[in-house]
């Protein structure tokens, strides 16, 4: 590992969900994800899944036949076979890949340029880019903190940065337009117990993720179900993630 890729591993949070793959949101998130994502697969021979701690939000991209190879910096995230290595130096050549999905990776890319840069390199002509993002740089609280981020986005900063690397947006959109009231909400309220500070805590190694009675987490996916009726043909106007398919020419 080189020192850019060291430093870039002690700068993030790991992911909760290595420790509690049925949380609610990443249940609703494979749901969203693939509605609106799945159908800018096509038929694949190669696969690349950048960040694959997050795995159980994205076992329906690895449906496809042919080759699927899961990177992680975090190496309690990859499965038997896996890479682990940073995003900001990916260790695979020039066009090796059809589709690279980086679901919730982005933000915790600094430079955020680089990472992107190289997952357009990987990229075979023609090549896919799945991508999500959580959304609102006013919605930054200590839990942004804990998991390491760098940054939150609207859909038009998310298609700014993909279209400096080289890649066409196809398909922009925000999710989780349901819940958002309670997301904001929460939100607010973490802030107004943190307090005003423009000192940044370090992250955890393992995010301790916010809980939910049952019968909320059943009302969250209920609210989350309506957010995939509608991405089936619309695009949603707000939401606390966003989603991107991009296509490299």
Known sequence: MTETEADAATARGGSASIGQPEYWWYVA?????????????????????????????????????GLHVTMDIDPRGLAAGGVCGSALQLPFADHSFDVVGAFDVLEHCEPEDVALREIARVLAPGGR?????????????????????????????????????????????????????????????????????????????????????????????SLSRVDRRVLRKRDLPFGSSVLVAAKKA
């Open 29 to 65: 998130r494979s749901d969203l994800l693939r509605t609106v994502l799945a159908e800018h697969v096509g038929s694949p021979a190669r696969v690349l899944d950048v960040g694959s701690a997050d795995g159980p939000s994205v076992s329906w991209l690895r449906q496809h036949d």
């Open 129 to 221: 880019l799945l991508m999500s993002v959580p959304a609102y740089t006013w919605a930054w609280s200590d839990f942004d903190d804990a998991n390491g981020h760098h940054r939150r986005y609207t859909v038009k900063r998310a298609e700014r940065a993909i279209a400096a690397a080289g890649l066409q947006v196809e398909r922009s959109t925000y999710a989780f337009a349901g819940v958002f009231p309670f997301f904001a909400a929460e939100r607010v309220a973490r802030r107004a117990r943190a307090g005003v500070s423009k000192d940044r805590t370090a992250p955890e190694d393992i995010v301790s993720l916010p809980q939910v009675p049952a019968w909320m987490s059943k009302m969250f996916l």
